[in-house]
């Protein structure tokens, strides 16, 4: 709703962003999925501040795709994939926005991965950027 005005709340809301996307929520991942939503429409808003906050953020989503891809509780597969596919739209915005350097920075994690469904997730930002 706030459009380009949501510049003068980043800092706060990086720091509530990173707080839900470290903390599992239960099996449907309801606040997770929201705020990954919430994430995305703010990158597209705020697409010129955001190339200064791609290591925190970019650190963020890799730990919430390792959670998701190691979790063996209750949480559906269709979620985890929902969570896994949100993720993936967040990085290819982040890398969209400054200009390659998501993609940089994936390349050294792609590399050394040997889980297929992580693998996968950063093949889809390789891919689409």
Not at 6 to 25: A, M, Q, S, T
Not at 68 to 86: F, I, M, R
Not at 119 to 125: L, M, P, S, T, W
Request: net charge neutral; proline share 5%; with cysteine.
């Amino acid at each position: 709703r706030l459009g380009i005005l949501i510049v003068r709340h980043l800092k706060r809301l990086e720091r509530v962003v990173l707080g839900y996307l470290e903390v599992c929520d239960g099996p449907e991942e309801e606040a997770r999925l929201g705020i990954l939503e919430t994430l995305q429409c703010t990158v597209e808003h705020a697409w010129p501040r955001m190339p200064c906050r791609v290591p925190v953020l970019l650190k963020a989503l890799l730990k919430m795709i390792w959670d998701v891809h190691t979790d063996q509780g209750s949480t559906p597969e269709p979620v985890k994939a929902a969570l896994l596919q949100g993720a993936a739209e967040c990085l290819i915005l982040l890398d969209r926005c400054s200009g390659g350097q998501v993609k940089a920075l994936l390349e050294g994690v792609y590399s050394s991965c040997e889980e297929n469904r992580v693998r996968e997730c950063i093949r889809k930002v390789r891919e689409n950027t």
